[in-house]
Protein backbone atom coordinates (compact mmCIF):
# COMPACT_ATOMS: atom_id res chain seq x y z
CA UNK A 1 0.00 0.00 0.00
CA UNK A 2 1.53 3.18 -0.90
CA UNK A 3 0.72 5.78 1.45
CA UNK A 4 2.09 9.35 1.86
CA UNK A 5 2.60 11.08 5.65
CA UNK A 6 3.43 14.49 6.75
CA UNK A 7 4.94 16.14 9.89
CA UNK A 8 6.51 19.04 11.86
CA UNK A 9 3.00 21.02 12.49
CA UNK A 10 2.22 22.66 15.71
CA UNK A 11 1.47 25.93 17.33
CA UNK A 12 3.58 28.97 16.35
CA UNK A 13 3.54 32.90 17.27
CA UNK A 14 3.39 35.28 13.85
CA UNK A 15 6.48 35.88 12.91
CA UNK A 16 8.10 32.26 13.63
CA UNK A 17 8.88 29.56 11.16
CA UNK A 18 8.12 25.96 10.93
CA UNK A 19 9.51 22.82 8.58
CA UNK A 20 6.97 20.51 7.33
CA UNK A 21 7.88 17.44 5.96
CA UNK A 22 6.40 14.54 4.24
CA UNK A 23 7.45 10.90 3.07
CA UNK A 24 6.48 7.59 1.71
CA UNK A 25 5.02 4.69 4.13
CA UNK A 26 4.49 1.52 2.49
CA UNK A 27 5.22 1.36 -0.77
CA UNK A 28 7.60 3.52 -2.57
CA UNK A 29 6.61 4.64 -6.17
CA UNK A 30 7.72 6.66 -8.87
CA UNK A 31 6.40 10.42 -9.45
CA UNK A 32 6.44 13.56 -11.85
CA UNK A 33 5.70 15.50 -8.82
CA UNK A 34 4.68 16.60 -5.05
CA UNK A 35 2.68 19.29 -3.80
CA UNK A 36 1.66 20.76 -0.74
CA UNK A 37 -2.12 21.94 -0.04
CA UNK A 38 -3.80 23.49 2.67
CA UNK A 39 -7.27 23.50 4.04
CA UNK A 40 -8.89 25.44 6.67
CA UNK A 41 -11.90 25.42 8.33
CA UNK A 42 -15.09 26.09 6.56
CA UNK A 43 -13.25 27.28 3.56
CA UNK A 44 -11.96 24.98 0.66
CA UNK A 45 -8.42 23.50 0.15
CA UNK A 46 -6.51 25.40 -1.70
CA UNK A 47 -2.64 24.84 -3.49
CA UNK A 48 0.61 26.16 -1.55
CA UNK A 49 2.87 24.87 -3.94
CA UNK A 50 4.63 22.29 -5.97
CA UNK A 51 7.78 20.62 -7.26
CA UNK A 52 8.86 18.76 -10.10
CA UNK A 53 10.34 15.85 -8.93
CA UNK A 54 13.08 16.01 -12.08
CA UNK A 55 14.41 18.98 -12.53
CA UNK A 56 13.33 20.90 -9.04
CA UNK A 57 11.08 23.26 -10.55
CA UNK A 58 8.50 25.19 -8.30
CA UNK A 59 5.41 27.06 -8.20
CA UNK A 60 4.13 29.16 -5.40
CA UNK A 61 0.61 30.39 -4.80
CA UNK A 62 0.58 34.39 -4.27
CA UNK A 63 0.03 34.26 -0.64
CA UNK A 64 3.06 32.52 0.13
CA UNK A 65 5.43 33.36 -2.25
CA UNK A 66 8.70 35.13 -0.80
CA UNK A 67 7.86 33.59 2.95
CA UNK A 68 7.74 29.43 2.20
CA UNK A 69 10.16 26.68 0.28
CA UNK A 70 9.20 23.57 -1.40
CA UNK A 71 12.33 21.34 -1.61
CA UNK A 72 12.47 17.93 -1.98
CA UNK A 73 15.46 14.84 -1.43
CA UNK A 74 14.74 12.52 -4.18
CA UNK A 75 17.10 9.94 -2.34
CA UNK A 76 15.14 9.51 0.34
CA UNK A 77 11.60 10.25 -1.24
CA UNK A 78 10.96 12.67 1.14
CA UNK A 79 9.01 16.61 0.55
CA UNK A 80 9.69 19.84 2.49
CA UNK A 81 7.70 22.82 2.97
CA UNK A 82 9.87 25.52 5.23
CA UNK A 83 7.46 28.08 5.92
CA UNK A 84 8.94 31.37 7.29
CA UNK A 85 7.58 34.98 8.70
CA UNK A 86 4.29 32.99 9.45
CA UNK A 87 0.90 34.72 9.58
CA UNK A 88 -2.67 34.07 11.67
CA UNK A 89 -3.95 33.56 7.87
CA UNK A 90 -1.28 30.45 7.28
CA UNK A 91 -3.28 28.35 10.19
CA UNK A 92 -4.65 25.30 8.32
CA UNK A 93 -4.61 21.41 7.93
CA UNK A 94 -1.65 21.04 5.27
CA UNK A 95 -1.51 18.26 3.37
CA UNK A 96 1.26 17.03 0.95
CA UNK A 97 0.12 15.07 -2.31
CA UNK A 98 1.79 13.10 -4.65
CA UNK A 99 1.08 12.98 -8.94
CA UNK A 100 1.89 10.06 -10.99
CA UNK A 101 1.78 11.78 -13.69
CA UNK A 102 3.44 10.45 -16.90
CA UNK A 103 2.20 12.60 -19.84
CA UNK A 104 4.27 16.24 -21.33
CA UNK A 105 6.65 17.37 -19.11
CA UNK A 106 5.31 21.25 -19.54
CA UNK A 107 2.00 20.77 -17.64
CA UNK A 108 1.08 23.05 -15.12
CA UNK A 109 1.38 21.95 -11.61
CA UNK A 110 -1.87 23.52 -10.51
CA UNK A 111 -4.83 21.38 -9.32
CA UNK A 112 -6.92 22.23 -12.14
CA UNK A 113 -4.49 21.06 -14.70
CA UNK A 114 -2.63 18.00 -12.77
CA UNK A 115 -4.28 15.20 -10.96
CA UNK A 116 -2.22 14.44 -7.40
CA UNK A 117 -3.24 10.58 -6.94
CA UNK A 118 -1.72 10.46 -3.52
CA UNK A 119 -2.47 12.47 -0.23
CA UNK A 120 -1.32 12.52 2.99
CA UNK A 121 -3.58 12.63 6.37
CA UNK A 122 -2.36 16.32 7.18
CA UNK A 123 -0.41 17.82 9.86
CA UNK A 124 -2.00 21.01 11.92
CA UNK A 125 -0.31 24.75 11.59
CA UNK A 126 -1.56 26.87 14.01
CA UNK A 127 -0.33 30.72 13.90
CA UNK A 128 -1.57 32.87 16.94
CA UNK A 129 -0.94 36.68 17.08
Known amino acids: QVQLVESGG ?12 CTDSGRTFSRYAMGWFRQAPGKEREFVAAIRWIGGSTDYA ?3 K ?3 IIA ?3 TKNTLYLQMNNLKPEDTAMY ?4 SLYSGPL ?7 ALRYDYW ?3 TQVTVSS
Open 66 to 68: GRF
Open 106 to 112: YISLRPN
Open 72 to 74: RDN
Open 10 to 21: GLVQAGGSLKLS
Open 120 to 122: GRG
Open 62 to 64: DSV
Open 95 to 98: YCAA
